[in-house]
């Protein structure tokens, strides 16, 4: 029997302000912020604009799931371990980096096109696939499902980047539990999406404005608005206006410690050490730490 559709309601809402970060990027971010930390178990979100000769060149990870979707333009990736690949607008990459990984992730500037603009989030692994070997899910704009909660012709589409929304489920299988759609209201509409109990769940709104339950205020553009999650909340109800277009993400939440220490996460501070050591001596997934260059940020 299916459970009664009460909704989630604002927990608190975070104005994401673009700041340069390095030569050429603008970022707004709002989890893993100083305004908004410890969200479990998702540890970073990123809405990125990349300007002509900026990028995120050779760097490792450890520990943690992210996940790349292009909202305009491209950007290309490769790794150490021989992966490489673009990611165009409307597509997604999710990567594990698991017990280690080198990569680089360099947007494509195009003559006459809009720069780069993206969002990356990072996702906490449940302390058994810390070390696991990395991977990758990697969808084109044509591979990602697509729910329309009110049939074909009505105003609403929910690409389903992973999870499951109006019996339409994602083919991206995280190790844990992660759903991320992304909502678009052509005109005016009112949806339910259904969110596993207990689980800890967000939107970042790009455009329009956004009313979340019964609450009456308007969320505009770039807020991040952490949703409730009483025990008896089955989803949330979401009405926009015309051209209104989001994302929304839940995930697991992992009873476990969180210590990152820059592109690594890990659950002590000793295990921090370890991956330190492991990085200088390249070895436990960092075998090639010291001698391999990526083509994509060397040209």
């Known amino acids: 029997m299916a459970l009664p559709a009460i909704s989630r309601m604002v927990a608190k809402t975070v104005l994401a302000v ?47 799931a992210t996940v790349t979707y292009m909202l305009q333009g491209s950007s290309q990736h490769e790794d150490s371990a021989g992966h490489k690949g673009t990611i165009v607008t409307g597509g997604v990459q999710w990567m594990c980096a698991g017990k280690g990984i080198i990569h680089a992730e360099m947007p494509v500037h195009v003559e006459g096109s809009p720069d780069p603009r993206g969002l990356q989030l990072w996702v906490d692994l449940p302390k058994k696939f810390k070390m696991v070997d990395p991977s990758y899910q990697e969808l084109s704009p044509e591979e990602i499902p697509v729910a329309y909660p009110q049939g074909i012709d009505g105003p609403i589409k929910v690409k389903v980047i992973s999870g499951k929304s109006h ?34 769940s967000f939107l970042y709104t790009l455009k329009g404005s956004l009313v979340i339950g019964s609450d009456e205020a308007e969320i505009d553009a770039f807020n991040t608005v952490i949703l409730s999650a009483d025990a008896n909340q089955t989803g949330v ?15 697991e939440p992992l009873d476990q410690t969180v210590f990152q220490y820059g592109p690594f996460v890990m659950t002590s501070k000793e295990e921090i050490q370890d991956t330190l050591v492991d990085y200088q001596r390249g070895r436990n997934g960092f075998e090639r730490a010291h001698t391999w260059k990526s083509e994509i940020a060397h040209k």
């Open 18 to 64: 673009e700041t340069p970060e390095g030569a050429g990027a603008l970022v707004r971010r709002s989890i893993g912020s100083m305004n908004l930390r410890n969200l479990t178990p998702f540890l970073l979100l990123d809405h990125f604009h990349i300007k002509k000769g900026a990028g995120f060149p050779d760097h490792p990870h450890r520990g943690q």
């Open 237 to 251: 109800s979401l009405s926009g206006t015309k051209d209104t277009e989001f994302v929304l993400v839940a995930g």
């Open 167 to 200: 019996n339409v489920e994602s083919p991206v299988r995280p190790l844990g539990g992660c759903w991320f759609f992304h909502v678009t209201f052509s005109n005016k509409g009112t949806m339910f999406q259904d969110i596993p109990i207990g689980w800890t």
